[in-house]
Antibody
Framework: EGQPVESGGGLVQPGGSLRLSCAAS????????MSWVRQAPGKGLEWVAN????????DYADSVKGRFTISRDNAKNSLYLQMNSLRAEDTAVYYC???????????WGQGTLVTVSS | DIQMTQSPSTLSASVGDRVTITCRAS??????LAWYQQIPGKAPKLLIY???NLQSGVPSRFSGSGSGTEFTLTISSLQPEDFATYYC????????FGHGTKVDIK
């Protein structure tokens, strides 16, 4: 099966915005929940957000609630993460992952680095 | 929120050793527990889901056990490619990862 491919990372100033994209292939994207997970430099994994197949359910970690928005376009096999009001502590590699069996993340992209710094 | 605590945080071992990593949940998560392996610079890789189910392609030297709040990942005979960081993850309520256990060379 295919691997998701993330894009859109980069350097952004505190308070700025960035939109990440995840292109999925090799599986039926519209049949799966999808998640974003991040990893700050030298730190562990932190779940960020997930979204149901039809977009009717979106969940967020408390650390990003109200600032980040997850969305998807099933026609384009794509997942997105709109990140607003970015802070230094949002600096991380952001991974897109397929959600399987009610919360197991079985396919991961290689990640895209977001750096929040002035 | 359900918190996940892994121990130890670092483990030094040799090739051929039997290695056990423990993960404790702050409340019962039934069997909603997965394990991942991460090699530096790479994405995490799913090893085990639902406590003890081996993901396709994962060697049989990996096994998982436990229930409720206490779980273990065991590597029966450590191989050179197993030196990595391992994370547990609960998916009973949203998702939460443990802080990781780094397995390095003794």
């Amino acid at each position: 099966e295919g691997q998701p491919v993330e894009s859109g990372g980069g350097l952004v100033q505190p308070g700025g915005s960035l939109r990440l994209s995840c292109a999925a292939s090799g599986f039926t994207f519209s049949s799966h929940w999808m998640s974003w997970v991040r990893q700050a430099p030298g730190k562990g994994l932190e779940w960020v957000a997930n979204m149901k197949q039809d977009g009717s359910v979106k969940d967020y970690a408390d650390s990003v609630k109200g600032r980040f928005t997850i969305s998807r376009d099933n026609a384009k096999n794509s997942l997105y993460l709109q990140m607003n009001s970015l802070r230094a502590e949002d600096t991380a590699v952001y991974y897109c992952a397929r959600d399987h069996s009610g919360g197991v993340l079985d396919y991961w992209g290689q990640g895209t680095l977001v750096t929040v710094s002035s | 929120d359900i918190q996940m605590t892994q121990s130890p945080s670092t483990l030094s071992a040799s090739v051929g050793d039997r290695v056990t990593i423990t993960c404790r949940a702050s409340q019962s998560i039934s069997d909603h527990l997965a394990w991942y392996q991460q090699i530096p610079g790479k994405a995490p890789k799913l090893l085990i889901y639902k406590v003890s189910n081996l993901q396709s392609g994962v060697p049989s030297r990996f096994s998982g056990s436990g229930s409720g709040t206490e779980f273990t990942l065991t590597i029966s005979s450590l191989q050179p490619e197993d030196f990595a960081t391992y994370y547990c993850q609960q998916y009973k309520t949203y998702k939460m990862f443990g802080h990781g256990t780094k397995v390095d060379i003794k």
